[in-house]
């Protein structure tokens, strides 16, 4: 109100007009007041909204696959132990980190070492009497050769002596009987000496102190394996053995090395279709306040479940200071082959499955494009469907509509 009576009062002392263009002015003003009234101020004109766009271009992408999963030992190496002996010592508990070599534990070997004594002196007293048959068959052998060779010359004495007339056929005939008794004897001896062999040969001989010693050796590795050592650098993660206790057939000791450790994540086919071995993995772990760690695939695993759709890699990590612990989760970001075409935002598809994108033509008017995503790095995607040049709206979850018109200021 307080604006028509300024226009009153200016139409009022203005130079005076005729009655009718008086009137033509009054009624504007009316008019002009009225609208004013309505709308509140002056008559406004809505802007196009404006929206972020990018422009799709040729070039390539580093893709991930992103896969959860736990860690896992490198191994488990469960320890036990045939030597049936009491314990003396256990030198570690849960939790201990151990090297390889270290000893574990030890049991008593006195009634073994007792074992090995007799054992040796066994070696010993058969060693001698090896050596004593030896030589007796070598003397035997020298003796009925000697034998058969004075009765060889007394039978070629007789034989001259009955052509000469002075003995009988029997008297001859008795030395070839001696003759070829003597024969057979030492044909025994030598049989008996080649049986025997020689000690560091082969025979009967070699072969029972052979035996002995093969003996004497098992005792020897019973006292060995009485003492428990680490096969590996690693970490106890039971103890079932205590000072007193017969190990038995149980496990005494389970070791875990975590250094190398893997990551085991799973996936579907999909995911895990274009992996290989060797490829270079980023992993997260959240209980050690998501710090990364980067390793290498070192296997890709069938199916965990015969008929399920879900598959196993394993990463491989340098776990040094053992920080890495087995169960912990992990998020893994695993390294696929690299993926030429065209790229846009990650962020401009419109839906969840990604078929879909909004474009702003050369008259700023939006439009619909459906296209095929070939795979993503985690910022930027590789589509099908559209040309390169062509503009996109970056944010494809904005408030605007097909065949709106946009600003791109």
Avoid: W
């Amino acid at each position: 109100m307080g604006t028509y009576r300024s226009l009153v009062a200016s139409a009022r002392f203005a130079a005076p007009l005729r009655n009718e263009s008086r009137r033509v002015v009054v009624c504007a003003l009316f008019v002009t007041c009225a609208l004013a009234a309505c709308h509140g101020g002056p008559a406004r004109v809505t802007a196009a909204p404006y929206v972020a766009t990018s422009i799709a271009s040729e070039g390539t992408i580093h893709p991930t696959s992103q896969l959860a999963g736990i860690v896992a030992p490198f191994q488990n190496v469960a320890i036990q132990t045939t030597t049936v002996e009491p314990t003396d010592s256990v030198n570690v508990k849960e939790g201990d980190d151990v090297y390889r070599g270290e000893v574990l534990a030890q049991l008593d070997t006195a009634d073994l070492r007792a074992e090995l004594a007799s054992d040796d002196a066994n070696t010993s007293h058969t060693y001698y009497s090896g050596v004593l048959s030896i030589a007796q068959g070598v003397d035997t052998v020298r003796q009925d050769r000697v034998t058969l060779r004075t009765d060889q010359i007394n039978l070629e004495r007789d034989e001259a002596l009955f052509r000469q007339g002075y003995i009988s056929r029997q008297t001859v005939d008795e030395q070839v009987n001696t003759v070829n008794t003597d024969k057979q004897t030492l044909s025994a001896a030598v049989s008996n000496m080649q049986a025997n062999g020689s000690l560091n040969g082969s025979g009967l001989q070699a072969a029972a102190i052979a035996q002995a010693q093969a003996q004497a050796q098992q005792i020897r590795v019973a006292i060995e394996k009485a003492t428990i050592y680490s096969p590996i650098d690693g970490v106890v993660v039971n103890r079932n053995l205590n000072v007193g206790e017969y190990p038995g057939s149980r496990q005494i000791f389970t070791l875990q090395q975590v250094d190398p450790i893997y990551a085991i994540v799973q996936g579907s086919g999909a995911q895990i279709a274009h992996i290989s071995v060797g490829a270079p993995a980023n992993v997260t772990i959240s209980d050690l306040g998501l710090q990364h760690y980067d390793g290498r695939v070192v296997g890709i695993l069938n199916q965990i479940v015969p008929g399920s759709t879900n598959f196993e890699v394993k990463v491989q990590l340098s776990n040094p200071q053992h920080l890495i612990r087995p169960g912990m989760t992990v998020q893994a970001g695993i390294a696929l082959p690299n993926l030429t075409g065209i790229r846009i935002p990650l962020t401009a598809f419109t839906d969840q499955n990604h078929t879909q994108i909004m474009t702003v033509n050369a008259q700023s008017i939006l439009q619909v494009a459906n296209v095929t995503e070939i795979g993503n790095d985690g910022i930027t995607s590789v589509v099908t469907g559209i040309k390169p040049g062509t503009r996109v709206v970056s944010n494809g979850m904005a408030t605007v509509g097909s065949g709106e018109k946009v600003s791109l200021r």
